[in-house]
């Protein structure tokens, strides 16, 4: 409770000064403070996100972090196969950076990451749960023009719409890799390319480790400003895994993602199409996966609460036939972890999914109230479905329905400003013939609430 009240008072504070500051950006490393430098403003808030450690101002410091909390409860967690909770559970997380800018070529951010889960009756993963540890820890060095970077060091990445590599930010602990990267960017043009290692979250102090199991390395190329289509991404995706297991089979994984994405907005429209395709190695058995997705939405702005109006489909390939030799499941590698709306209770492996959704704002940007509508199936009945970690939640069990169920989610958000968030939620899961074949077939019930504070 003290540390509600904290919070609570800490946005209060904040804001008084949110006029004055840079926006927060979901890789906190992406803010820019030195705006700041010619700021007079005596605040001690302005002070810690802008400490001037040089007569000229090039060197200074920034101090950032956040606090959130959120409540959960569900009924028949699993469509009944986990343990009964009736009290629900709740999640902590505190994130606590320093950026340190030494002149105009060398910085060093460094963050902490804290996250506790209390009441769960189900037991908790290292996702959940994950006291105190070292999240980031990473140097840059770069050109005078700042168009060319070279980052190294433990670090989040996040390429395009987070389908393949993402901060996990929904879930309570958020995931980073050790990595080598270099950036460049020219006019609208940016390319990353890395090569690094999954940094897997364990359950005591200090005790995340790089893994050497799993390896990931890779190029993205955004190019902005193009004619009719707006921004293009092309990129390339390297994955090699020392335990992988599908329905077919466990073993190890070499794969290759290929992907291309088109988005943008213009006069109230939104749209986001991709596609990947993916090949390689799993077990001596050749990969062939791939997947199609269509993100469009419409946002009625002079119409009373700005309706809008969206609808999303994916098509997601899974196994066509056990022990034939080939693997067509689709491997998301690192994805956001709500993949499908905020209870994440699918991820995004042999599905064809129907996802019309609408939002309202009832204070313009600051309450808004969406409803989305998910019915799932399963592309492959030879395959199973899985979690957004690629662990399988349930084999095919010799079902040949194809039918998951209907999801039914609404949310209302306060943000008033860029510190301070309130979200309470809801989700029912109507559960279809495939999973009345392989579970108890419950329908669940999921509710919850977040309380954030960033600063």
């Given amino acids: 409770m003290k540390h509600l009240l904290f919070s609570m ?63 959960f409860n569900i009924r028949n967690e699993d469509w009944g196969d986990a343990p009964k909770d009736d009290d629900g559970f709740l999640f902590s997380r505190f994130l606590l950076h320093t950026d340190l800018h030494a002149g105009k070529n060398f910085r060093l951010f460094g963050q902490l990451q804290g996250s506790m889960a209390n009441g769960k009756a189900s037991g908790t993963s290292a996702v959940d749960e994950n006291p105190l540890d070292l999240h980031q820890a990473f140097f840059d060095i770069n050109t005078n023009s700042k168009n060319a970077i070279l980052r190294v060091g433990r670090q989040e990445l996040s390429y395009g719409s987070q389908r393949l590599i993402s901060v996990r930010e929904l879930p309570n602990n958020r995931q980073s890799f050790d990595a080598v990267r270099s950036i460049f960017s020219l006019g609208s043009l940016r390319l990353d ?78 749209y986001d199409l991709e596609g990947v395709y993916q090949f390689g190695k799993f077990v001596g058995k050749a990969i062939s996966a791939w997947t199609l997705s269509a993100n469009t939405s419409y946002k009625f702005t002079r119409a009373s609460l700005q309706p809008e109006i969206g609808i999303k489909t994916e098509v997601i390939s899974g196994d066509r036939q056990r022990g034939d030799g080939r693997l067509q499941t689709f491997n998301p590698l690192f994805p956001r972890g709500a993949y499908f709306g905020l209870a994440a209770l699918i991820g995004p492996s042999n599905l064809f999914d129907i996802h019309p959704s609408i939002a309202f704002e009832l204070i313009d940007d600051k309450l808004t109230w969406t409803v989305d509508h998910d019915v799932f199936w399963r592309y492959s009945t030879q395959d199973g479905i899985y979690a957004p970690n690629v662990s399988i939640i349930h084999t095919s069990g010799n079902s040949k329905n194809k039918f998951i169920g209907h999801q039914l989610a609404t949310d209302v958000t306060f943000t008033p400003n860029q510190y301070f968030l309130l979200r309470v939620e809801a989700t029912w899961f109507k559960a279809g013939a495939y999973l009345k ?7 669940i019930l999921f509710g919850g609430a977040t309380l954030q504070v960033k600063f």
């Fill in 437 to 443: 074949d392989v579970s108890p077939g419950k329908d």
């Fill in 193 to 270: 390319a890395f090569y690094g290692r999954y940094v897997t979250a364990k359950k005591e102090i200090f005790d995340d480790v790089s893994n050497r199991d799993i390896n990931i390395w890779g190029a993205y190329l955004v190019k902005n400003k193009v004619p009719i289509l707006k921004n293009v991404d092309l990129y390339y995706l390297g994955l090699s895994k020392t335990k992988a297991a599908f329905e077919d089979s466990t073993g190890k994984e070499r794969r290759h993602s290929v992907g291309a994405r088109v988005w943008g907005a213009d006069a109230g429209w939104k």
């Fill in 9 to 71: 008072c800490l946005f209060f504070f904040l804001h008084a000064n949110s006029q004055q500051l840079p926006q927060f950006k979901t890789l906190r490393y992406d803010e820019d403070y030195s705006v700041l430098k010619s700021d007079t403003t005596a605040s001690f808030y302005r002070n810690i996100k802008y400490l001037s450690l040089s007569a000229q101002g090039n060197t200074y410091l920034s101090i950032g972090g956040e606090v959130r909390y959120q409540y």
